[in-house]
């Protein structure tokens, strides 16, 4: 960034993202050099970003018409709505460090975590009562949740940009692991989960665990993938382990020996985007199925993956003749997901980064960067 005279949406985009991110010297450097170059909207919004201290009514006076004062209203007040996501991440850390074990003080968790949407943070706080309760069942059910994960999923969930918050979550968590690894009965699912939270929430400190095990052998892996507790149930799972482990066509090789209708039906709901890529012939109409159900009725995650399945022609083809929706052009239809997400204050920073990345170019863009907090 050397011209001052030629700063356009991209350049815009990028020094508010890198004032969002902390202290840049580069970028100061510049904002100074051309500060007089830049335009009086473009001025607030550096004033803005990451520092709010205007109320809305004052931010409001700024603008001259009434779509304009509409538009920017809906977006700072959206901001609002993630305070709540915000409140949990710091209730998820309270009570994981927590050292005391009562009911009341797990019947509160487990009302707090049921106006939460599924995830890993409200996984780990019923993991936790769960096994506070001792009931094996109930924490092996909410283990396979966990393990079921697929490490998107939990970029698409609200990210923590903050480091200090990300190093109190990673200790907090190898905290729970020490309760985790003495009152967890099942073996082998505690060794999967572990690994599962290295491939979710990577931290050298996961690894170092005195109980991590990611020394699997193929001949192993290629068991327990034909086991009928530990490998169909996790299909997913042992694709992730696999992928580094060895070559693509071995990969294929096992999944060719695990999928058929059965266990597609039973469980392909938790690997969905498996078949973006494998064969599926063979059980068409249950992957039809699967994705039918995620469209009409998934969460938004879930609405995503099938749109993200629909880059296979193949897949969009069959998909568009199944739903008449999907017939869109993908770009469309995603821009309409990930437009309605900034509206509902859903996953605010996948969904700037998604749109961005179809090319959207909306300064309105801009005005979701300024106000949307960490």
């Known amino acids: 960034m050397e011209d001052c005279s030629g700063v356009d949406f991209d350049h815009k985009i990028l020094i508010l993202l890198a004032k969002r991110g902390g202290e840049n010297q580069e970028i100061d450097q510049f904002i100074t050099k051309c500060r007089n170059h830049f335009s009086e909207e473009f001025l607030f919004q550096l004033s803005q970003v990451n520092n709010k201290k205007e109320s809305l009514e004052k931010i409001l006076k700024r ?3 009434d779509v304009e ?3 920017i209203q809906e977006i700072f007040l959206t901001d609002e709505f993630k305070n709540p996501q915000k409140e949990f991440i710091g ?3 309270q009570e994981m460090n927590e050292k005391k074990d009562n009911i009341k003080r797990n019947a509160l968790i487990l009302k707090t975590v049921q106006k939460q949407p599924e995830g890993l943070f409200r996984y780990l706080l019923e993991l936790s009562v769960a096994l506070d309760s001792d009931n094996q069942a109930w924490s092996k059910k909410i283990a396979k949740k966990i393990i079921n994960m697929e490490p998107q999923e939990l970029l698409f ?4 940009e903050s480091e200090e918050l990300k190093n109190q979550v990673r200790e907090v968590i190898q905290v729970f692991l020490t309760k985790f690894k003495l009152k967890f009965k099942n073996e082998m699912l505690k060794k999967m989960l572990i690994n599962q939270l290295s491939n979710l929430y990577p931290s050298e400190s996961f690894k170092n665990h005195s109980f991590w095990s990611n020394d699997w052998t193929l001949s192993e892996m290629k068991n327990f993938l034909g086991s009928r507790n530990y490998g169909r149930p996790f299909i997913g799972f042992w694709f992730l382990e696999l992928i580094p482990a060895t070559h693509e066509a071995e990969v294929m ?3 060719k020996e695990v999928l058929d209708k059965e266990s597609v039906s039973k469980y392909g709901r938790s690997f969905p985007w498996i078949f973006t890529f494998y064969p599926f012939e063979n059980f068409r109409s249950e992957v039809i199925s699967i994705f039918k159900d995620l469209w009409n009725t998934g ?3 879930q609405k995503f993956l ?4 629909l880059e296979n022609p193949k897949m969009k083809e069959i998909m568009s003749k199944e739903i008449p929706e999907l017939s869109k052009p993908t770009f469309q239809i995603k821009r309409t997901l990930f437009l309605n997400m900034l509206k509902k204050g859903e996953n605010l920073n996948f969904s700037i ?5 179809l090319g959207d170019r909306s300064e309105e863009l801009l005005w979701w960067v300024t106000f949307f907090e960490k």
């Open 306 to 309: 099938v749109l993200e399945s």
């Open 91 to 93: 209730f998820f850390i």
């Open 63 to 65: 603008f001259r018409t």
């Open 299 to 301: 969460s938004t995650y």
């Open 353 to 357: 980064y998604q749109l961005l990345k």
């Open 69 to 71: 004062k509409k538009k």
């Open 157 to 160: 969930q609200r990210v923590i």
């Open 253 to 255: 090789q096992f999944l």
